[in-house]
């Protein structure tokens, strides 16, 4: 199975980037066949760790590291945005601010002790909004861009970390398979 671990945006921060989304040219319905690949706003998620294609086997190894996350709620908050990547495989992000350096470090040591695979690149706080990839012309591209780094959305304190499967295909869907609550 194919694992991460996240924090998920709480209802009212996710309800007032989804107004900002709203406006941008990715959110715009498209021709059949052209689709920008809009993330639902209910599959928001900044990923603490990726895991990775995990032996079905080891999955209560990944359910041990979210429930032994300490409790260490960092204040964040969905500020600016970017992109990773170029040409058909650019994706469209709004970056996060605040001190989750500690949090996504403790996610990744606790993945380390349980020897399960984990992205060792640097942690990127960030909640992936579309895939345009090259269908988006790169003028309007870069007017979501202006207005994404100019949005500074409300603060609020990461209190739960999810362990998640992701079901690929044409319609990627995502389900928890644990959560680790601050205080719990």
Do not use: C, N
Not at 107 to 120: I, M, W
Not at 145 to 173: F, I
């Amino acid at each position: 199975m194919r694992l991460f671990i996240a924090a998920y945006l709480p209802a009212e921060a996710e309800q007032h980037f989804a107004e900002t989304v709203g406006t941008l040219a990715v959110a715009r319905p498209m021709p059949e066949g052209q689709s920008l690949r809009l993330v639902p706003a209910e599959q928001w998620h900044m990923t603490l760790a990726f895991v990775g294609e995990v032996d079905d086997a080891r999955a209560d190894d990944a359910v041990e590291v979210v429930q032994a996350v300490p409790a260490l709620m960092p204040r964040v908050r969905i500020a600016g945005g970017g992109r990773f990547g170029r040409g058909k495989f650019t994706t469209l992000v709004a970056k996060v601010d605040g001190d989750v350096a500690p949090l996504g470090d403790a996610v990744r040591k606790l993945l380390k002790r349980r020897k399960l695979p984990f992205d060792r690149r640097p942690l990127q706080p960030h909640v992936t909004i579309a895939r345009p990839g090259d269908r988006l012309p790169q003028e309007v591209l870069a007017a979501d861009l202006e207005v994404l780094r100019e949005y500074q959305g409300p603060q609020w304190s990461v209190d739960d970390v999810r362990l998640m499967k992701s079901v690929l295909g044409p319609r990627p869907a995502y389900e928890v398979l644990a959560t680790a609550r601050s205080g719990e």
